[in-house]
């Protein structure tokens, strides 16, 4: 059974780092597209930046470059959300979700993605 597990969240101050994991059961995450989303209190939920399958590329959100980044770990069959300079307004809770269509460029469009994890809350706050 796929399964898409998030951890890593919590409190932070305002300029600090946290990395996210995203740990993957009952597939190969390196076939999959993965993207990080993330929905505030009161906000849809946005696309934060993901990475595409089997060494493909990355995107990013205006919001996030310079300051996130994205990593896949295959032995781990674990991606990465590496998250610094944190600011208030990255407060929310982040998700992680698979695509398996082959060859496709990831997206930063929720609808991309069949699979999700349950999210892990960050709070970016002094």
């Known amino acids: 059974q796929l399964q898409l597990v998030e951890s890593g969240g919590g409190l932070v101050q305002p300029g600090g780092s946290l990395r996210l994991s995203c740990a993957a059961s009952g597939i190969t995450l390196d076939s999959y597209g993965i993207g990080w989303f993330r929905q505030a209190p009161g906000k849809e939920r946005e696309g934060v930046l993901c990475?595409?399958?089997?060494?493909?590329?990355?995107r990013y959100a205006d919001s996030v470059k310079g300051r996130f980044t994205i990593s896949r770990d295959i032995a781990e069959n674990t991606v990465y959300l590496q998250m610094n300079s944190l600011k208030p307004e990255d407060t929310a809770i982040y998700y992680c979700?698979?695509?398996?269509?082959?060859?496709?460029?990831?997206?930063?469009?929720?609808?991309?993605?069949?699979?999700w994890g349950q999210g892990t809350q960050v709070t970016v706050s002094s």
């Open positions: 990475i595409s399958s089997s060494g493909g590329g990355t």
């Open positions: 979700a698979a695509d398996s269509t082959p060859f496709r460029r990831c997206a930063l469009f929720d609808y991309a993605y069949e699979y």
